[in-house]
Nanobody
């Protein structure tokens, strides 16, 4: 069992920044990567960024490179904390952001409940 708990979402003005945090706990087998996807109503889920549990490998959606940074904050046994720093936010970044875990940063197995990010113009 894997638990993914997100925090840090909220309302921000266009041009502002937000930092999302995900705490992954439970089994580590099959969860080599921790990452973030986002989804708006009526749209497909979109990959945002991913990071290996050891913090060495980072992966970003081409459309978001330069505006988002994923980091591993801590790794203690079966508990890993990952953050997603998002800058220069625009209205099109308004989505529910999900923390994910799996064997590949872009094809994940486990999903958190999601945290809402709303950017006002």
């Amino acid at each position: 069992q894997v638990q993914l708990i997100e925090s840090g979402g909220g309302l921000v003005q266009a041009g502002g920044s937000l930092r999302l945090v995900c705490t992954a706990s439970g089994r580590t087998f099959g969860t080599n990567f921790i990452g973030w996807f986002r989804q708006a109503p009526g749209k497909e889920r979109e990959f945002v960024a991913g990071i290996s549990r050891d913090g060495v490998g980072t992966y970003y959606a081409d459309s978001l490179k330069g505006r988002v940074t994923i980091s591993r904050e801590s790794n203690e046994g079966a508990k890993t904390t990952v953050s997603l720093q998002m800058n220069s936010l625009q209205s099109e970044d308004t989505d529910v952001y999900y923390c994910t875990a799996g064997l590949d940063p872009r094809q994940t197995t486990y999903w958190g409940q999601g945290t809402q990010v709303t950017v006002s113009s």
